[in-house]
């Protein structure tokens, strides 16, 4: 059973940079996809970006395309979410989430995919 703690949120300026880690434990990543899911109230969560493990293939929201960058750091067993040129817009709770099988790249935008979830990390973009 694959555990996954986010960490790195915060409250930052417009303009700054943030980096997220999600960190798993109790199982590996191997053919997993993991990805940065964010929600905000009374709006439906949806994937800002998505590293197909075994791979390495990223993909983003169109709107977080040249500012936010996922990563992975096999040692560590860790994925990041680098978010640079934060907006007011990037405001929200965001939550790691990894599948327990590849996703193709037509499923990996739907949160009902993915088997195991972070407990979230709170950004807000603020001046």
């Known amino acids: 059973q694959v555990q996954l703690e986010e960490s790195g949120g915060g409250l930052v300026q417009p303009g700054a940079s943030l980096r997220l880690s999600c960190a798993a434990s109790?199982?590996?990543?191997?053919?997993?996809?993991v990805a940065w899911f964010r929600q905000t109230p009374g709006k439906e969560r949806e994937v800002v970006a998505a590293?197909?493990?075994?791979?390495?293939?990223?993909h983003y929201l169109d709107s977080v395309k040249g500012r936010f960058t996922i990563s992975r750091d096999r040692s560590k067993n860790t994925v990041y979410l680098q978010m640079n040129s934060l907006k007011r817009e990037d405001t929200a709770v965001y939550y790691c989430?990894?599948?327990?099988?590849?996703?193709?790249?037509?499923?990996?935008?739907?949160?009902?995919?993915?088997?195991?979830w972070g407990q979230g990390t709170q950004v807000t973009v603020s001046s």
């Open positions: 590293l197909r493990w075994g791979e390495g293939s990223t």
């Open positions: 989430a990894a599948s327990a099988s590849r996703l193709i790249v037509s499923r990996l935008w739907d949160g009902d995919n993915y088997d195991y």
């Open positions: 109790g199982g590996a990543f191997n053919r997993h996809t």
